[in-house]
C-alpha cells in the first residue's frame, strides 16, 4: 500500500514563528502536492512539484515555500506564521505516467494552530 | 469564479434512496474528473474517476460526464449509513483543482 506519512498530526505555533511541515511518501512517485483544506473552502492548491528540485504554484502560495531535495520527500515551509494560515494541511503524492493520473494518496493531515 | 463548483450541502437521504451529487467546472481543458469521499477527521479517498462523456458505474456508484455541458454528477445508489461521508469533486487541468464538498448523510 502507498504510504504518505506526515511528520506532525498537531502543531501550535506563534505569531512570526518559522515552520516546517514534512512528508515523505515510499512508492517512488514523481509528483507530490501540498494543498490547505479549510471549512467551507475544499482543497486548495498551495504548491506542488513534478521532480526533484522542482516546484510550481498552486493556488495560493502566498505566504509559503517548499523543498523537495529528494523524491520522496516534500516539505512547506511557513517563512513567518500567521493567523490567517491556521488550517489543516494535506499533503499528497501520484503517478505520471501509468496508473489514474489525478488519484492522489494523501497523508492524514497536519493540524496547524497559530496564535 | 471557483474553477469546481459543487452543489450545496448537506445533502440527507434516508437510507436505501438515491443520493445524487452535482459538479461543475469552469476550465474547458479539463480532460478527466475525480469523485473522492473523505470522512470526518480522515483523509480524502478517490471512489471514481471518469474521462469519457456518459457513465462510469462502479457498484453502487455511477459517474455521469456532460463536456458540453461541463457538468460532472455522481450517484449513490441504495445509500447505507457507511456512505455518510463528504464528496468531492476534482478536474484534472494540469493540476487538480477540488470543489469545496458535499456533506451525505443517509438517515438509518
Known amino acids: 500500500d502507498v504510504k504518505v506519512t506526515q511528520s506532525s498530526r498537531y502543531l501550535v505555533k506563534r505569531t512570526g514563528e518559522k515552520v516546517f511541515l514534512e512528508c515523505v511518501q515510499d512508492m517512488d512517485h514523481e509528483n507530490m502536492f501540498w494543498y490547505r483544506q479549510d471549512p467551507g473552502l475544499g482543497l486548495r492548491l498551495i504548491y506542488f512539484s513534478y521532480d526533484v528540485k522542482m516546484k510550481e504554484k498552486g493556488d495560493i502560495p502566498e505566504g509559503y515555500s517548499v523543498s523537495r531535495e529528494k523524491k520522496e520527500r516534500f516539505s512547506l515551509i511557513l517563512e513567518s506564521a500567521s493567523t490567517n494560515q491556521t488550517s489543516m494541511y494535506l499533503c499528497?503524492?501520484?503517478?505520471?505516467?501509468?496508473?489514474?493520473?489525478?488519484?492522489?494518496?494523501f497523508g492524514e493531515g497536519s493540524r496547524l494552530t497559530v496564535l | 469564479q471557483k474553477e469546481v463548483e459543487q452543489n450545496s450541502g448537506p445533502l440527507s437521504v434516508p437510507e436505501g434512496a438515491i443520493a445524487s451529487l452535482n459538479c461543475t467546472y469552469s476550465d474547458r481543458g479539463s480532460q478527466s474528473f475525480f469523485w473522492y469521499r473523505q470522512y470526518s477527521g480522515k483523509s480524502p479517498e478517490l471512489i471514481m474517476f471518469i474521462y469519457s462523456n456518459g457513465d462510469k458505474e462502479d457498484g453502487r456508484f455511477t459517474a455521469q460526464l456532460n463536456k458540453a455541458s461541463q457538468y460532472v454528477s455522481l450517484l449513490i445508489r441504495d445509500s447505507q449509513p457507511s456512505d455518510s461521508a463528504t464528496y468531492l469533486c476534482?478536474?484534472?487541468?494540469?493540476?487538480?483543482?477540488f470543489g469545496a464538498g458535499t456533506t451525505v448523510t443517509v438517515r438509518a
Open positions: 476534482a478536474a484534472n487541468d494540469y493540476k487538480l483543482s
Open positions: 499528497a503524492s501520484s503517478l505520471i505516467g501509468t496508473g489514474v493520473v489525478g488519484e492522489l494518496f
